[in-house]
């Protein structure tokens, strides 16, 4: 007895759909994983090259787990390619799900399929379409977002809505804990999605008309440290680009620091500083707990986890043992 029907328990359909898989991200693994282990076959799981794969953040191998349910990987650069739209005319899918995948699919690469592709954009649409809704939402300090799983078309964002769930963002998450979340998500919407599917359904509803501006893409320059901003900003920004992907960071006596981990002070204007400078050392017992006082616009927040361009991690008692007192954080 199972907690919901394999394919071949599905009535009627055996053979019949031809499905594939398209991603790289560690946000698709997950899904992956419960499609291939719940008995739906997949007839292709397509990924990127691993030099592509390895210039990305959050890029995963999908290689062990599709050797270890012995389904086809085929490595791309780009599916716009010819190649890549070859390689889809000669697998004859019906579906495609597109799930942690960065390159926007173009028509010629999207009429491939028979019936369709869907991916998974992380918010509510029609909110926060583009680039990097997490990261984002968390930049901006929203207590909310979402997944949307959808029918792809040539709209930024814009398909046929199939199913959605709202995700809700604390102050202790980072992006790895929010796109844990929604890769969560994506597995309970995607394995309600098949079965019905696999029935002969194609479910989807138009997007109601938002007229908002389409999120921006960012890029690891983006993520320079602004320290006039206050406090609970920068806390909000440095845990919104943090692992996996390249982090917020900033510049002390010309060296660039990344800062991966940070903590907020429920502080306004109590204390008085230059922005960017060192307070001094946070002493505690538990190591995890050490760090760097840095002031801000506004207020302050406490320096956890910070790495140099040339790999030296710092945090602890490593990090409150600097003899940094005084010293200013700038932009370059």
Same mark, same amino acid.
Request: aromatic share 10%; net charge neutral.
């Given at each position: 007895m199972t907690d919901s029907p394999t394919f071949h328990e599905t009535?009627?359909?055996?053979?019949?759909?031809?499905?594939?898989?398209?991603?790289?991200?560690?946000? +698709?693994?997950?899904?992956?994983?419960?499609?291939?282990?719940? #008995?739906? @076959?997949?007839?292709?799981?397509?990924?990127?090259? $691993?030099?592509?794969?390895?210039?990305?953040?959050? +890029?995963?191998?999908?290689?062990?787990?599709?050797?270890?349910? #012995?389904? @086809?990987?085929?490595?791309?650069?780009?599916?716009? $390619?010819?190649?890549?739209?070859?390689l889809l005319a000669s697998l004859n899918l019906d579906f495609l799900f597109v799930i942690g995948w960065s390159q926007i699919v173009k028509r010629e690469a999207l009429s491939s399929v028979r019936i369709g592709m869907i991916g998974a954009h992380a918010s509510m649409l029609p909110k926060n379409k583009g680039s990097a809704p997490i990261n984002w939402a968390l930049i901006k300090g929203d207590t909310e977002a979402g997944n949307t799983l959808l029918w792809l078309d040539e709209g930024v964002d814009a398909g046929r809505i199939i199913d959605q769930m709202p995700i809700p963002i604390s102050e202790f998450d980072t992006c790895a804990t929010v796109y844990g979340k929604v890769a969560a998500s994506n597995r309970e919407m995607i394995l309600k999605l098949i079965p019905r599917l696999l029935s002969g359904e194609v479910p989807g509803a138009p997007q109601p008309v938002l007229y908002e501006q389409i999120l921006p893409r960012r890029r690891p320059a983006d993520g320079l440290i602004e320290w006039p901003r206050k406090g609970a900003e920068i806390y909000n920004f440095i845990r919104a680009l943090t692992r996996p992907y390249p982090g917020a960071f900033t510049f002390l006596d010309g060296k660039r620091w990344t800062v991966w981990q940070a903590a907020r002070l429920p502080l306004a204007n109590l204390l008085t500083s230059q922005v960017g400078e060192i307070i001094g050392p946070v002493i505690s017992p538990l190591e995890e707990a050490c760090g760097l006082l840095v002031g801000c616009g506004a207020g302050a927040i406490i320096l956890l986890e910070i790495e140099s361009e040339g790999g030296e991690l710092l945090n602890g008692k490593d990090l409150a043992n600097l003899p940094w007192l005084g010293k200013v954080f700038s932009n370059a």
């Open positions: 009535a009627g359909v055996n053979g019949r759909f031809r499905i594939g898989w398209l991603g790289f991200h560690v946000e +698709g693994l997950p899904t992956l994983e419960a499609v291939l282990a719940s #008995g739906y @076959p997949l007839k292709a799981v397509i990924t990127l090259h $691993d030099e592509e794969r390895n210039r990305r953040s959050g +890029g995963m191998d999908y290689g062990p787990i599709c050797e270890r349910f #012995g389904t @086809p990987v085929y490595k791309i650069r780009n599916i716009n $390619d010819q190649s890549s739209i070859e």
